[in-house]
């Protein structure tokens, strides 16, 4: 068998230099049977029993995800503010969204842009309230691990020099998903039944501060909660204490985004694609289009007014062998019109799924496309996603 | 009967010169989930070390490679309806082909059963 699948890191440290970073809570994933891969620069669990019981247990019940590799970013104006300082059009500069309308502890989903509108990475934005445990007036932001570096440079190089940057590394993030994270965290955090979907606050437990918001990325009610790294492992404890939660591995948090619908930066989005390309004109705010003052924006509205010429779309592969990452959609001609970029296997439907850029003349629901993989040709219907519904609380 | 295994977790059944093939416990252990197998067709003929079969985990297609050369005569028609069969058992129900092996010699590079315990512990 290849050996690329079958080789993971879990065995002892061969005491040379680490060149992947362990995370706050390495230890506990490898205690409770977690198999460590490298990912995004760090060691990460894969799995522990298995994707597909994880990914189903997600769905019926509350799974537990480490997903401290991501970055949180805190925005605020340097004090003493001159007059005329703007953090919010200054985050405007550089995303299409309406940040200067986001209300204190809303959370908006928003795409950091280049300057000719290719996404450089997508992310969730909040207004910190009054009350938070940063103790920042200002922004705190959630952007993908592997990108958070870049992104950080980005904008220390397009944000006018009063807008500060906190990078909370110490600070670790804990997702938990799933119909029953509620009843879980309620029992240990008083008061989370509160928030709704794309809304977070401050809480404490055990006397520790958290900021919790309720959202994710596996179509499913839940929760990610942003803690202290050191208070990581007893909240982690605490959480798996509870009967309706177990830990899941990346590996299902893949399958559960896939079913979701929900784009994976690097694989689905990257900077040769916009925000309509990718399907994701609803990060376009109102006033923003209006406005038309977003990187990009000439371009953008444009393929909004006149339909893209390539765009996202979901895919019911037929038979059962997954078509992954990197297979071609064939067009009429027999030649390679577009790519998959996400594929697999989707736990709850029993049957393969992938996400795809198509032509837009084969872009329609219920339109037959044809994918070839290794030399095989497959057949798919494009299909509206999500492919399992969201579950959101609202 | 004779079982040979592979440093790519492949295990081969040798009785005469015909050969039944199949992944080891250990890699479907590693794989997990195992919700697609494609076998090759009667007929086709395999070189040690070459691509012989395509095994999918939910979240990854793996490479399963003949354990030695020779031609298909029969791919495992029970795991089109049920790839599970290798889960839950590798090493016998799970068998993905047969061959007929065209240059026994071949054998002799492959590890016994408890030459790939030694390996499998290694790993």
Same mark, same amino acid.
């Given at each position: 068998?290849?050996?690329?699948?079958?080789?993971?890191?879990?065995?002892?440290?061969?005491?040379?230099?680490?060149?992947?970073?362990?995370?706050?809570?390495?230890?506990?994933?490898?205690?409770?049977?977690?198999?460590?891969?490298?990912?995004?620069?760090?060691?990460?669990?894969?799995?522990?029993?298995?994707?597909?019981?994880?990914?189903?247990?997600?769905?019926?019940?509350?799974?537990?995800?480490?997903?401290?590799?991501?970055?949180?970013?805190?925005?605020?104006?340097?004090?003493?503010?001159?007059?005329?300082?703007?953090?919010?059009?200054?985050?405007?500069?550089?995303?299409?969204?309406?940040?200067?309308?986001?209300?204190?502890?809303?959370?908006?989903?928003?795409?950091?842009?280049?300057?000719?509108?290719?996404?450089?990475?997508?992310?969730?934005?909040?207004?910190?309230?009054?009350?938070?445990?940063?103790?920042?007036?200002?922004?705190?932001?959630?952007?993908?691990?592997?990108?958070?570096?870049?992104?950080?440079?980005?904008?220390?190089?397009?944000?006018?020099?009063?807008?500060?940057?906190?990078?909370?590394?110490?600070?670790?993030?804990?997702?938990?998903?799933?119909?029953?994270?509620?009843?879980?965290?309620?029992?240990?955090?008083?008061?989370?039944?509160?928030?709704?979907?794309?809304?977070?606050?401050?809480?404490?437990?055990?006397?520790?501060?958290?900021?919790?918001?309720?959202? %994710?990325?596996?179509?499913?009610? =839940? !929760?990610?909660? #942003?803690?202290?790294?050191?208070? $990581?492992? @007893?909240?982690?404890? *605490?959480?798996?204490?509870?009967p309706e939660v177990k830990p899941i591995g990346l590996g299902a948090r893949d399958s559960l985004r896939l079913e979701a619908g929900?784009?994976?930066?690097?694989?689905?989005?990257?900077?040769?694609?916009?925000?309509?390309?990718?399907?994701?004109?609803?990060?376009?705010?109102?006033?923003?289009?209006?406005?038309?003052?977003?990187?990009?924006?000439?371009?953008?509205?444009?393929?909004?007014?006149?339909?893209?010429?390539?765009?996202?779309?979901?895919?019911?592969?037929?038979?059962?062998?997954?078509?992954?990452?990197?297979?071609?959609?064939?067009?009429?001609?027999?030649?390679?019109? %577009?790519?998959?970029?996400?594929? =697999? !296997?989707?736990? #709850?439907?029993?049957?393969?799924? $992938?996400? @795809?850029?198509?032509? *837009?003349?084969?872009?329609?629901?219920?339109?037959?496309?044809?994918?070839?993989?290794?030399?095989?040709?497959?057949?798919?219907?494009?299909?509206?996603?999500?492919?399992?519904?969201?579950?959101?609380?609202? | 009967?004779?079982?040979?295994?592979?440093?790519?977790?492949?295990?081969?059944?040798?009785?005469?010169?015909?050969?039944?093939?199949?992944?080891?416990?250990?890699?479907?252990?590693?794989?997990?989930?195992?919700?697609?197998?494609?076998?090759?067709?009667?007929?086709?003929?395999?070189?040690?070390?070459?691509?012989?079969?395509?095994?999918?985990?939910?979240?990854?297609?793996?490479?399963?490679?003949?354990?030695?050369?020779?031609?298909?005569?029969?791919?495992?028609?029970?795991?089109?309806?049920?790839?599970?069969?290798?889960?839950?058992?590798?090493?016998?129900?799970?068998?993905?082909?047969?061959?007929?092996?065209?240059?026994?010699?071949?054998?002799?590079?492959?590890?016994?059963?408890?030459?790939?315990?030694?390996?499998?512990?290694?790993?």
């Amino acid at each position: 068998m290849s050996e690329a699948d079958l080789i993971d890191d879990t065995g002892p440290d061969d005491g040379g230099e680490p060149a992947i970073l362990p995370l706050p809570l390495d230890a506990w994933h490898r205690a409770r049977g977690g198999r460590m891969v490298e990912f995004a620069g760090y060691h990460m669990p894969v799995q522990y029993e298995g994707v597909m019981p994880e990914h189903l247990w997600v769905r019926e019940s509350a799974g537990l995800f480490d997903v401290s590799h991501m970055g949180q970013l805190l925005f605020r104006i340097e004090e003493p503010a001159e007059a005329g300082a703007d953090l919010d059009g200054a985050l405007e500069s550089v995303l299409p969204g309406d940040i200067a309308g986001l209300k204190q502890g809303r959370q908006r989903y928003s795409l950091l842009l280049a300057e000719d509108g290719g996404i450089l990475d997508d992310l969730m934005v909040t207004r910190l309230p009054d009350e938070n445990p940063f103790d920042v007036r200002g922004l705190y932001m959630v952007v993908n691990g592997a990108t958070k570096f870049d992104d950080i440079a980005y904008f220390l190089d397009q944000l006018p020099e009063d807008v500060l940057i906190n990078h909370m590394e110490d600070q670790a993030l804990l997702a938990l998903q799933g119909p029953k994270a509620v009843d879980a965290l309620a029992r240990l955090v008083s008061g989370v039944r509160d928030l709704v979907f794309m809304t977070a606050a401050a809480f404490e437990w055990d006397g520790k501060p958290l900021w919790i918001a309720r959202s %994710g990325y596996t179509g499913e009610d =839940g !929760f990610e909660i #942003s803690v202290d790294g050191e208070h $990581a492992e @007893a909240l982690a404890d *605490a959480l798996c204490e509870q009967p309706e939660v177990k830990p899941i591995g990346l590996g299902a948090r893949d399958s559960l985004r896939l079913e979701a619908g929900l784009p994976l930066y690097g694989h689905d989005l990257d900077e040769t694609i916009t925000p309509v390309v990718a399907d994701l004109g609803f990060a376009l705010s109102k006033r923003r289009r209006e406005a038309a003052d977003f990187p990009g924006a000439e371009r953008i509205l444009a393929e909004r007014e006149n339909g893209p010429a390539v765009k996202r779309v979901g895919l019911l592969v037929e038979g059962r062998q997954p078509v992954r990452e990197g297979a071609a959609v064939l067009g009429a001609d027999g030649g390679e019109h %577009g790519r998959v970029t996400s594929g =697999g !296997f989707a736990p #709850s439907l029993g049957a393969p799924i $992938a996400m @795809a850029y198509v032509p *837009a003349a084969l872009a329609a629901a219920g339109t037959r496309i044809q994918l070839s993989q290794r030399g095989k040709v497959h057949h798919a219907t494009v299909t509206a996603m999500p492919f399992v519904p969201h579950r959101y609380v609202r | 009967m004779s079982r040979y295994f592979t440093e790519d977790h492949e295990w081969v059944d040798v009785e005469g010169d015909t050969g039944t093939v199949g992944i080891t416990e250990f890699a479907q252990g590693q794989l997990g989930d195992i919700v697609f197998v494609e076998v090759p067709e009667a007929g086709k003929a395999l070189t040690k070390g070459g691509d012989a079969a395509v095994v999918e985990s939910v979240k990854a297609a793996s490479d399963v490679y003949a354990p030695v050369s020779g031609t298909v005569t029969e791919g495992n028609p029970a795991l089109a309806d049920n790839p599970a069969l290798v889960n839950e058992d590798a090493e016998g129900q799970g068998w993905f082909f047969k061959l007929t092996l065209s240059d026994p010699s071949e054998l002799s590079s492959l590890m016994d059963e408890a030459a790939y315990a030694d390996f499998v512990a290694k790993q």
